[in-house]
């Protein structure tokens, strides 16, 4: 069954266009390159970032050309594709749906998120399962760092705008590398999307609050 997982979609944002152009697309595609998909108004795959690709099992290459709701299985499929051609149609919003894919490993379940631009639709893909108590594992101020770092703003930005020395900063990024186990910024922002700590379908970037640890 599909749901509304609280997505903050793209115009919803004061600092996004209403009618977002193939250029504004292309560089929010390409933020988030390691776990999206784009998808053209005939439900091809146009573009698939090499961490998106990973998540089914598979090659960007492979990807490419296909069609989108083919990449899943069950029964549920043919509600997936309903819900884009619905979505196409309306020309904006957003959903969430639950999905299964088969690879080396068997079949598994996925949560798809999709949401409505220009140009189509932008994808993306994270294992299901809600977030618990135990995956509370950032504090306030890493979540509000870990969203600049996503936003790409520069460490000067961030003391800048957190008030804190660039120390602190380091500090709190060498402590999410750690935690999350990634070898760089970049690195660790595609983590972040990939273990769905930034909700994929918000802009700007936001940390989903189960991982935040309770004050």
Same mark, same amino acid.
Request: glycine fraction near 10%; charge should be positive.
């Given at each position: 069954m599909s749901s509304m997982t609280g997505l903050s979609l793209l115009r919803d944002q004061d600092d996004f266009p209403v009618e977002p152009t193939a250029?504004? +697309?292309?560089r929010f595609f390409d933020l988030h390159?390691?776990? %999206? =998909?784009?998808? /053209?108004?005939?439900?091809?795959?146009?573009?698939?970032?090499?961490?998106?690709?990973?998540r089914l099992g598979a090659v960007p290459a492979d990807l490419l050309g296909r069609d989108f709701t083919d990449l899943f299985h069950g029964e549920s499929r043919s509600d997936l594709r309903g819900q884009c051609v619905r979505l196409l149609a309306h020309g904006e919003g957003g959903f969430a749906h639950s999905a299964e894919i088969v690879d080396d490993r068997g079949p598994r379940s996925v949560e798809v998120?999709?949401?409505? +631009?220009?140009?189509?639709?932008?994808?993306?893909?994270?294992? %299901? =399962?809600?977030? /618990?108590?135990?995956?509370?594992?950032?504090?306030?101020?890493?979540?509000?760092?870990?969203e600049a770092i996503a936003l790409g703003q520069s460490t000067v930005r961030i003391t800048?705008?957190?008030?804190?020395s660039r120390q602190g900063v380091d500090y709190h990024v060498g402590t999410m590398l750690r935690k999350l186990k990634a070898a760089n910024r970049a690195a660790l922002v595609s983590r972040a999307y990939t273990l769905g700590i930034l909700d994929p379908g918000s802009w700007p970037p936001r940390v989903q609050p189960d991982f935040v640890k309770q004050a």
């Open positions: 250029d504004v +697309v292309e390159a390691t776990n %999206a =998909g784009l998808v /053209d108004a005939q439900l091809v795959l146009r573009k698939a970032g090499g961490e998106f690709a990973a998120v999709v949401m409505a +631009v220009r140009s189509g639709l932008m994808v993306t893909v994270k294992s %299901a =399962g809600p977030a /618990d108590g135990s995956k509370r594992i950032l504090s306030n101020i890493d979540a509000r760092i870990l800048t705008r957190l008030y804190l």
